[in-house]
Nanobody
Framework: QVQLVESGGGLVQAGGSLRLSCAAS????????VGWFRQAPGKERGLVTA????????WYTDSVKGRFTISRDNTKNTVYLQMNSLKPEDTAVYYC?????????????????WGQGTQVTVSS
């Protein structure tokens, strides 16, 4: 499995921006589909966005379309999540996860590698 480390979380005012990074090590990162999930207090963890191994395919949940952008740089073994126009409802712990085989999936069980999470807090 690949090891994942997220960074870039923090506290931001509504309307602000943050960029999260997910750095991978241990295996050939370009073989993996990568997703960003989030979990708010009292809620289930859910897929926010994902990118295929090549970067050619992406998926976004409706609530972040037009505001968030996922990208990857396989030469740096890193996936990025650019978050703009942040809202208080985006407050959550954000996790990146990698799937070794298969395309984009919203099922948590399809992702074999997980980072430790990074807190994003958006104040109103």
């Amino acid at each position: 499995q690949v090891q994942l480390v997220e960074s870039g979380g923090g506290l931001v005012q509504a309307g602000g921006s943050l960029r999260l990074s997910c750095a991978a090590s241990g295996r050939t990162f370009s073989d993996y589909t990568v997703g960003w999930f989030r979990q708010a207090p009292g809620k289930e963890r859910g897929l926010v966005t994902a990118v295929s191994w090549s970067g050619g395919s992406t998926w976004y949940t409706d609530s972040v379309k037009g505001r968030f952008t996922i990208s990857r740089d396989n030469t740096k073994n890193t996936v990025y999540l650019q978050m703009n126009s942040l809202k208080p409802e985006d407050t959550a712990v954000y996790y990146c996860a990698a799937r070794a085989r298969g395309g984009i999936s919203s099922q948590l069980s399809d992702y074999g590698s997980w980072g430790q999470g990074t807190q994003v807090t958006v104040s109103s």
